[in-house]
C-alpha cells in the first residue's frame, strides 16, 4: 500500500490552526496541483461537530475560490480537524493562511442566506447544517490566529 504522507505527520507536535502544504504533485503536461493540511483545531484534543463542519465546507467552496486563483476542491478531513486545499498551482503558505483568515472571518459574520447548497436537491445531507455551530468554531479559531507553520506559532496579520 502506498505510504499517504498526512498519515505520517506527528499529530501530537503540531499546533493548530495552521496551513501546511503537503505536497505538490506534477503531471505529465507538467501542470502542478498543491494539497494543502487546513488545520483548524489541535488533533486528537477537539473535533468540529459534523454539522458545523458541514456548513464550514459550504461557505469555504465559495470563500476560498473568492481569494485564491485555481481552487480545485476544499474537503473536511475524517477526524474533523481541518480540510485538504487542493489548487492548481502553487500558492505561498502565507496567502493560503491569510485566505483561510478572511473566509473565516466572513462565515463569522455571514447570514442563513451566505449558506450555499443547503436543500435536498444540492446537498446530500442537507439536515445536517448548523450556521450557529460553524460561526461559534470560526470565532474561537480566529482568537488563536491561523499559523503559516505547523509546529512554530507564526501567526498571519
Known amino acids: 500500500m502506498a505510504k499517504v504522507e498526512s498519515f505520517t505527520l506527528d499529530h501530537t507536535a503540531v499546533k493548530a490552526p495552521y496551513v501546511r502544504l503537503i505536497t505538490v504533485e506534477e503531471g ?7 494539497n494543502y493540511d487546513l488545520r483548524l483545531v489541535q488533533p486528537n ?3 468540529i461537530p459534523t454539522a458545523g463542519l458541514h456548513t464550514i465546507e459550504h461557505m469555504l467552496a465559495g470563500y476560498l475560490r473568492d481569494r485564491l486563483d485555481g481552487v480545485i476542491d476544499c474537503s473536511p478531513f475524517g477526524c474533523r480537524t481541518g480540510f485538504h486545499l487542493i489548487t492548481w498551482g502553487e500558492h505561498d503558505i502565507v496567502e493560503v493562511a491569510k485566505a483561510l483568515k478572511g473566509a473565516l472571518q466572513d462565515i463569522e459574520n ?8 443547503t436543500d435536498i436537491k444540492s446537498c446530500g445531507n442537507y439536515r445536517d447544517h448548523s450556521l450557529f455551530s460553524a460561526k461559534e468554531w470560526c470565532h474561537k479559531i480566529l482568537n488563536e490566529g491561523i499559523s503559516s507553520d505547523p509546529f512554530v506559532r507564526k501567526i498571519v496579520e
Open 110 to 117: 455571514s447570514t442563513w442566506d451566505d449558506v450555499q447548497g
Open 45 to 47: 484534543e477537539n473535533a
Open 28 to 34: 505529465r503536461k507538467g501542470d502542478k496541483i498543491s
